[in-house]
Antibody, heavy 117, light 110 residues
Framework: EVQLVESGGGLVQPGGSLRLSCVAS????????MHWVRQAPGKGVVWVSR????????GYADSVKGRFTISRDNAKNTLYLQMNSLRAEDTAVYYC??????????WGKGTTVTVSS | QSALTQPPSASGSPGQSVTISCTGT?????????VSWYQQHPGKAPKLMIY???KRPSGVPDRFSGSKSDNTASLTVSGLQAEDEADYYC??????????FGGGTKLTVL
């Protein structure tokens, strides 16, 4: 079964850091671009970042550029999102998703990040 | 990276058709054939319904169709069913390794 499972969310103070992980199974992880997408409580989905199959190319939304870093370990079938200098507006459910012709065809269930003092 | 523009709400009766628009610019929707549509039920992750403007992934009913004209993409749901009631989001490639979503449309089946 094709599956993505996120972890690493939690409560963090403003200015703090958190690293999210997403473990992939059921498909050849190293063959796919991957994305992070977030959704603030009661709001719409927002694209955050994406990474090429081998990690050599990345893209970020302006709202997280310079604070978040996407990376991957193909040997561990794992996608990461390092989040630094967190702000209240980063509070959201974070989803990882598999790229499919510049869309997202497989999604995890999400992990919740809450930035609050 | 401005969000694509979608109407906040849309509605239709069972069996009817409804069309949801998604307006961008020549830098995103109008510039690439990488428009996709997602359905999201409450408490669930989004589900891909349309990719590359008008292609349906395996398992998506043919009641769902997509199109694009200039800077505006559209999702049409024909033969509305109760289970189609959900939030719908469009997305487009925006160049320079960036993507952008629309603000979402809440579809109500009356």
């Amino acid at each position: 079964e094709v599956q993505l499972v996120e972890s690493g969310g939690g409560l963090v103070q403003p200015g703090g850091s958190l690293r999210l992980s997403c473990v992939a199974s059921g498909f050849t992880f190293s063959s796919y671009w991957m994305h992070w997408v977030r959704q603030a409580p009661g709001k719409g989905v927002v694209w955050v970042s994406r990474i090429k199959t081998d990690g050599t190319s990345t893209g970020y939304a302006d709202s997280v550029k310079g604070r978040f870093t996407i990376s991957r370990d193909n040997a561990k079938n794992t996608l990461y999102l390092q989040m630094n200098s967190l702000r209240a507006e980063d509070t959201a459910v974070y989803y990882c998703a598999r790229d499919f012709y510049v869309s997202m065809d497989v999604w995890g269930k999400g992990t919740t990040v809450t930035v609050s003092s | 990276q401005s969000a694509l523009t979608q109407p906040p709400s849309a509605s239709g009766s069972p069996g009817q058709s409804v069309t949801i628009s998604c307006t961008g610019t020549s830098n995103d929707v109008g510039g690439y054939n990488f428009v996709s549509w997602y359905q999201q039920h409450p408490g669930k992750a989004p589900k891909l319904m349309i990719y590359e403007v008008n292609k349906r992934p395996s398992g998506v009913p043919d009641r769902f169709s997509g199109s694009k004209s200039d800077n505006t993409a559209s999702l049409t749901v024909s033969g509305l069913q109760a289970e189609d009631e959900a939030d719908y989001y469009c997305s487009s490639y925006a160049g320079s390794n960036n993507l952008v979503f629309g603000g979402g449309t809440k579809l109500t089946v009356l």
